[in-house]
């Protein structure tokens, strides 16, 4: 195993103020999250990614369906990772730096945090025509493996757009959750006010969007034709006047729905503005 971006991730959180950062995910959350404890809640039917442990299986012989058991915690979350990977993030941001690094290194950071609180975690990534699911789970390994599972994956041409996973959990996740979205504004145009109204009936959802290269002013390479633009369309100024113009248009279209269902977003353009993003992050859905 390649371990260059788990050390990194560790290093960038290590080196970064403790205060900041121990303590992102403690309470402030609408949401009432449930996690394995002591104190009984109530029983609910199975649904994919759940605990075999917590199945009560006296119940669901009575009532003909599988049951699990719900404990109530006060402090641990359920966190799920949503990674885009398609080969779209193999392109740049606009700052120059590669997209495949930063959503790598985004996503660790949040598994890395996820894990050093003791919640349990789990991806959901699209890969090939399909999509990937890890269970719900907490540890080193566990996080190693969703860093790793992600950064083989990320840059691959896929089937799935990031509103099909989110659609998927939508549909077939009834657990509370703080869902992370790690996407670009590409994948944020597939996230429509129907979708977003049903994920935040019962979940905190906050996005994590890498930003794109312009079309227009600089050599521009397109990764699904693998060619250059042509130089009449890199260095047209009026291309580029509306390039930024609908750019920030489509940005403003999602950051007003975020706003509607109380969901948060920032954008990360370079590899150092990663941490201090995520806490930004936290702080302003903590106090939505």
Known sequence: MDYDYLSRIRANLTLYSKKKTSNLLDGGFRSIFRGRSLDFDDL???????????????SSSKTGKTLVRRYIAERKHNILLVGDAGLKMVADTDAGEPKEKLAVLTLGSLAYLANRHGDDFALLMNRGQGMDFSFFKSGGVHF???????????????????????DYVADNFRRRMLIFVVTDMEGASHIDERLLKKLTVQSDVLFLTISDAYLTGEQSYDVERQDYEPDFLQQSKRLSRLEHKERQARKEEFLAICKRYEATHTEIRKEDEVVDRIVELMDEHKGA
């Open 144 to 166: 190693e493996r969703i860093v790793r599972r992600y950064e083989t994956s990320v840059g691959k041409p896929t089937g799935k757009n990031v509103g099909d996973l989110l």
């Open 44 to 58: 609910r039917e199975y649904t994919y990614g759940d605990n075999v442990r917590d199945i009560d299986w006296k």
